[in-house]
């Protein structure tokens, strides 16, 4: 039983198995709740709900990972949600979106930048994703993947705000 519960977990009650991109399949179904939990419950429960799954995730795709012996499966995509959890819960304040059309926008641009970091690893990302080991490693190049998705928002949105202030209508 609990076998079966730490791969439904791990999977994201089997996401993670579809044939084709499962970590890109989990990030858009991540994105889709994350934009509803942000909308009907705001940031703070966005973030507590990413720890928890942080801790879940650790813990269930360890034991998963080490019964299907295999140090990182594709097929475990809990961390893609913390990632992307993380990275909407983060990246909110930057936005300061008025209507849904620019908060998809928002969202669309936070996926993207969210997989472009997740399956690029930047170092030190690619470090820590081959270094630590277990459920811990598993679920913390996505949280790095996510700081990258954070500051990169932050320079953009900086960078921005400096060229919009230049611009005389």
Request: contains cysteine.
């Amino acid at each position: 039983m609990k076998n079966i519960v730490c791969e439904m977990v791990s999977t994201v009650f089997n996401i993670g198995k579809v044939r084709f991109a499962p970590g890109t399949v989990a990030s858009i179904v991540a994105t889709l709740f994350g934009f509803i939990i942000l909308e009907f419950c705001g940031r703070n429960a966005l973030f507590l709900t990413s720890l928890i799954l942080f801790i879940i995730g650790t813990y269930t795709s360890d034991i998963y990972a080490k019964r299907i012996k295999k140090d990182d499966p594709s097929d475990v995509v809990i961390d893609e949600v913390v990632g992307m959890f993380l990275s909407i819960a983060m990246c909110h304040h930057i936005y300061k979106c008025d209507n849904f059309q620019e908060k998809i926008i928002a969202m669309l641009f936070t996926f993207g930048l969210f997989r472009f970091f997740d399956i690029l690893k930047p170092f030190p990302i690619s470090y820590y994703d081959k270094t630590l080991k277990g459920g811990f490693g598993i679920m913390f190049d996505d949280v790095l993947a996510a700081v990258y998705v954070f500051l990169t928002n932050l320079f953009m949105s900086y960078t921005w705000s400096l060229a919009i202030k230049d611009v005389k209508l």
